[in-house]
């Protein structure tokens, strides 16, 4: 039992580690996308040229911040929250509806958005798809390749939730119990 809870806290420290390192990583795309944004200003209102790989960037980023910090938001318990009842139940309680919740919610649909866009992230790379617009990004497959991403952060960080949760539950975290 005891390497049991052993291997669960290691696998837990492990995925909130990755989620942590790919959430402040990709935080750094919020400055970038500002500064870009303000580059696209000055250069179409000062000196009225347009730039769409440019603009196309911002949207990328955009996407990127949001699909790959799904899994950060996760970790944080930062996603919203309905607490009508969840607020006023005890800590074991509330493991025991995160866990379930984690269980029969999260997973599942987790599961599903890989299942759903795999065909379609895979006939992306299989013509390497591009930007429509004349001037765009290459690498669209690229950016559609980031769904899979967060269904795959989000699986790991799901799995993480729900040995904590167990633990907590099952009265097995020292920490928090």
Same mark, same amino acid.
Request: hydrophobic content about 50%; glycine content about 6%.
């Given at each position: ?21 790919v ?7 919020t @400055?970038?996308m $500002?500064l ?5 200003v000055?250069?179409?209102? $000062?000196f009225?040229?347009?730039?769409i ?9 955009h ?16 996603? $919203?929250?309905?607490?009508? /009842? ?10 025991? /509806?995160?866990?379930?919740?984690t269980?029969?919610?999260?997973m ?12 379609? $992230? ?10 429509? *617009? ?6 669209v497959? @690229? #950016?559609?390749?980031?769904? @899979? #991403? ?6 790991l960080q799901?799995?993480?939730l729900?040995?904590? *949760? #167990?633990?907590?539950? @099952? ?7």
């Open positions: 039992m005891i390497n049991l809870i052993k291997t669960s806290l290691l696998c837990i420290d492990t995925i909130n580690t990755i989620n942590e390192w959430g402040k990583t990709i935080s750094w795309l @400055l970038f $500002v870009t944004t303000f580059i696209i000055v250069l179409r209102y $000062v009225d040229i347009g730039w790989a440019l603009q196309e960037s911002v949207i990328y980023m996407a990127i911040v949001f699909m790959l910090g799904t899994a950060y938001t996760l970790k944080h318990n930062g996603h $919203v929250r309905v607490d009508i /009842i969840y607020q006023r139940c005890s800590y074991k309680t509330k493991a025991w /509806i995160d866990c379930l919740g269980l029969f919610l999260l599942p649909v987790t599961g599903f958005i890989i299942w759903s866009s795999w065909e379609y $992230v895979a006939d992306s790379w299989a013509i390497q798809e591009s930007s429509r *617009n004349s001037g765009g990004l290459p690498g497959y @690229l #950016l559609k390749t980031s769904i @899979l #991403l967060m269904a795959g952060l989000l699986s799901s799995t993480s729900f040995l904590q *949760n #167990l633990l907590i539950a @099952l009265g097995l975290d020292q920490e928090k119990a």
